[in-house]
């Protein structure tokens, strides 16, 4: 015969403390769960968002090129998009920091901090792969 669990000895006790803490400790972790999820999901539809206002997609960035190095493409993505797209636009379609300023409304002087500052972020992340 099993014993019914009425809350009234020691161990009836302590296992419905156990029981509490154990659904709490669920329940938070499971909140914590959906939070990250929805953060993650607004942040990538930020960085969308973000690409977008600079007219480019995720695609056509790489479209047309030969990949010689994949580590390079990862970290590229990993910059932020206003980094990605000024870096892209100097080096692969080679326009000058004026055209980029003009294209993001920024400075010419602050485009080409941007730029080298992404420049030396993926020269310390390219070391780091190796």
């Not at 969308?48 to 010689?68: A, C, P, R, T």
């Not at 390079?72 to 000058?96: A, N, S």
């Not at 980029?100 to 070391?127: C, D, H, P």
Request: aromatic content about 8%.
């Amino acid at each position: 015969m099993v014993k019914r669990n009425d809350g009234t000895s020691k161990e009836d006790i302590c296992q419905n403390q156990f029981t509490a803490y154990v659904v709490l400790a669920v329940k938070r972790k499971r909140q914590a769960y959906i939070k990250k999820k929805m953060r993650d999901k607004e942040k990538q539809t930020k960085t969308e968002e973000e690409l977008s206002k600079f007219g480019i997609k995720e695609d056509d960035v790489w479209h047309g090129l030969e990949i010689q190095n994949e580590e390079l493409v990862i970290v590229m993505q990993q910059l932020k998009p206003k980094e990605h797209f000024i870096v892209v636009g100097y080096v692969l379609r080679r326009k000058t920091f004026k055209e980029l300023a003009q294209e993001t409304k920024l400075t010419e002087r602050t485009v080409a901090s941007i730029y080298y500052r992404s420049i030396k972020k993926l020269r310390t992340k390219m070391e780091n792969v190796k």
